[in-house]
């Protein structure tokens, strides 16, 4: 069941990405106040998920721990549904709503992966898993597009929120039917996991990984508000995002291929220089169908990207930290997008769109650098190649 959590879960990852940011710039917010909403789970990251994380490695139920969060996800986002019942809601209620929300929300994607790998393990593609995420990804900004575009409904309406609140419902009823890993191991202490972070690749990746999120803050953020602004309709937002999740669901299923042929330092450094370039044709497009096409580069920017990290993280982590593991990685990418989120708030009224994507695409250049520098140190798990079936992750 792991694959309709995914699907549940990456549906409302997709409305909050591709619709939410018009919706609320559709109430009148100002980019400040859009970026400050959603960076509030950005913001959680820097701590909350480690401790989700250390509750489910020392319980051994992570299967327990991720319909906790899923759960309390789902409730936390009702006040963006339910409050301001005969008028637009204030931001004092978008902004609570989405703390409650991102409380528990980011605890939900490292506890599922963490799920993921031990069927991994046991002989599963983590790729053939999360694809189904992507597919849902793809079926929810689609399917609100039509909806809005075809009912002539109002960005400003209620149909957004309502649709992610139902989203996060659906992963909620899923994670009740999501068993557990079935292993049991020692219970990890602290110093285990400070002796994690001594791992040199581990480090570079956390940077890395921190560093590339940042520069994706205009494209999580302000791509949907761009497109709006462009006066593109809103089902042109589900077709961006969809073109950039289809390519996400190619490059997740061939990694495990494309992992046999080359390293992940190599695999990593590609999608940094891709996402440079997407960032700077962005800055630069000037036709509907050229933004459209650009997002394609999503398959190396996340999809090639997350696989490798992945696969890195499982190969250095002992099963007793798998969560652990899985949650500093989401905490690294989540300091990247926080700092990301609030600088592009303030630049998106100050400077406009086009000015953030070319400093997104300078900003990709550090990422890059770090790899490099990883594969002159020969650190082992970067520049090895898959020797295996058995070391997929």
Do not use: K
Not at 164 to 188: D, T
């Amino acid at each position: 069941m792991i694959e309709v959590f995914y699907f549940c879960m990456f549906q409302a990852v997709g409305l909050n990405m591709a619709y939410m940011p018009a919706h609320l710039r559709a109430l009148g917010f100002s980019g400040a106040q859009i970026s400050a909403a959603l960076a509030a789970a950005p913001l959680m990251s820097l701590a909350i998920p480690l401790a989700w994380a250390w509750l489910a490695d020392q319980t051994q139920r992570h299967d327990r721990v991720l319909q906790i969060v899923a759960c309390g996800a789902w409730l936390g986002f009702s006040p963006l549904v339910f409050g301001g019942a005969r008028s637009a809601p204030r931001f004092a209620v978008v902004m609570t709503g989405y703390l409650c929300y991102a409380f528990f929300y980011v605890g939900m994607g490292g506890m599922a992966d963490a799920l993921a790998v031990s069927r991994v393990r046991a002989g599963a593609l983590y790729g053939h898993l999360r694809q189904w995420g992507s597919i849902g990804f793809v079926c929810a900004a689609l399917a609100v597009g039509l909806l809005i575009q075809l009912g002539h409904l109002d960005l400003a309406g209620r149909v957004v929120p309502t649709a992610m609140w139902i989203a996060l419902g659906g992963a909620f009823v899923a994670a009740l039917q999501v068993g557990g890993s079935g292993e049991r191991s020692v219970r990890p202490r602290l110093a285990d996991v400070r002796e994690l972070l001594h791992d040199r690749g581990l480090r570079l990746l956390l940077l890395a990984g921190g560093l590339h999120w940042m520069c994706m803050a205009p494209y999580n953020v302000f791509l949907g508000v761009f497109l709006r602004d462009q006066g593109l309709r809103p089902l042109s937002f589900g077709l961006a995002y969809s073109t950039g999740v289809a390519a996400e669901m190619v490059a997740l299923r061939q990694f495990h291929r494309l992992h046999g042929r080359f390293s992940l330092d190599r695999l990593l450094a590609a999608a940094f220089a891709a996402s440079a370039i997407r960032w700077l044709g962005t800055s630069v497009a000037r036709t509907p169908a050229a933004l459209i096409l650009l997002q394609l580069f999503h398959g190396l920017t996340f999809g090639i990207f997350w696989s490798a990290a992945i696969e890195l993280v499982a190969a250095t982590v002992p099963p007793p930290l798998r969560a652990t593991g899985n949650a500093l990685l989401v905490m690294a990418v989540n300091v990247g997008s926080a700092c990301g989120n609030l600088v592009t708030g303030a630049l998106y009224d100050a400077a406009g769109p086009r000015a953030l994507f070319l400093m997104a695409a300078a900003g990709e250049l550090l990422p890059l650098a770090v790899v490099l520098r990883a594969r002159r140190a020969g650190i082992p798990h970067l520049v090895q190649r898959r020797q295996s079936r058995g070391q997929s992750a």
